[in-house]
């Protein structure tokens, strides 16, 4: 019973996000958007985010650099770190982490905002303005999102390669060199760009997913908790999820080495 209870709430949520999405893309291509509405939730989600994302990717980087290093001296292959690290932290360590803190951040923010408009009726009171709720409060969240996370993970790449170049030359004594020159022959562009794709995806199923609980909220103060708490979680198995999907996908259109 509780399994069906699950699946029937798990297909219902699903639907609703769908259909959020939906109506925000035809709301964008008919140019409904609130240019000013963007700006400022580019600042929350974009500027406001850079101290945590930028404290998680360096942290990670310096931490799997030495991790790395400890098991790669048993075969002498130090100078291995380099590129191990880098094409890590571009292709799945910097957009998942970048990823998972802007769901705890960001989309625990937006629940708890759009549950708040919902349980004291300023949604309906949006709807009797003849204000679309989505095209309001979603459209300018969601292209915040995308113009934001890319900068994002972009932020969580180089600064956990930049501490782990660090790490490597200033605590293991890795040789400076041959960290940088065997990260430039097993590192590119491509990398880089796998990476930026998954925060894309990534950013879509926060913003919806969010928005989706926020809007849903029902019950006071006690259903804005539920539905900010659901948020993250939902958010963050969906990145756990699809990451391993894209990981599959993008490594046949961006084949390593």
């Known amino acids: 019973m509780l399994l069906k209870e699950s699946l029937l709430t798990f ?4 639907g609703e996000t769908v259909l959020i999405g939906s109506e925000a893309v035809l709301a964008i291509f008919r140019g409904r958007i609130r240019r000013k509405l963007v700006f400022q939730q580019i600042y929350e989600i974009g500027y406001r985010s850079q101290v945590v994302v930028v404290v998680t990717g360096s942290f990670t980087g310096a931490v799997f650099t030495a991790q790395t290093f400890f098991q790669f001296s048993n075969l002498n292959m130090e100078s291995a770190v380099g590129p191990v690290v880098a094409v890590a932290m571009c ?3 910097g957009p998942v982490l970048a ?3 802007v769901a705890g951040r960001v989309g625990a923010a937006m629940s708890a905002e759009l549950g708040t408009m919902a349980v004291t009726q300023q949604i309906d009171a949006l709807r009797a303005l003849a204000v679309q709720p989505v095209d309001y409060l979603v459209v300018p969240r969601a292209l915040a999102m995308l113009f934001s996370m890319p900068f994002l993970v972009g932020e969580s790449i180089f600064f956990g ?4 170049f660090v790490v490597a030359a200033q605590v293991l004594n890795v040789s400076s060199t041959y960290y940088l020159e065997n990260m430039r022959r097993f590192t590119d562009g491509v990398d880089i760009l796998m990476g930026i794709t998954k925060g894309l995806v990534f950013g879509v199923l926060i913003v919806f997913i969010s928005c989706q609980r926020g809007l849903a909220a029902k019950g006071g103060a006690v259903g804005v908790g539920c539905a900010t708490t659901q948020s993250v979680v939902i958010s963050s198995l969906a990145i756990l999820i699809t990451n391993f999907f894209l990981t599959m996908g993008l490594n046949v259109i961006f084949p390593t080495g």
């Open 11 to 14: 297909i219902r949520c699903f």
């Open 91 to 93: 292709r799945e360590l």
């Open 99 to 101: 990823g998972l803190m």
């Open 161 to 164: 390669i930049s501490s782990s």
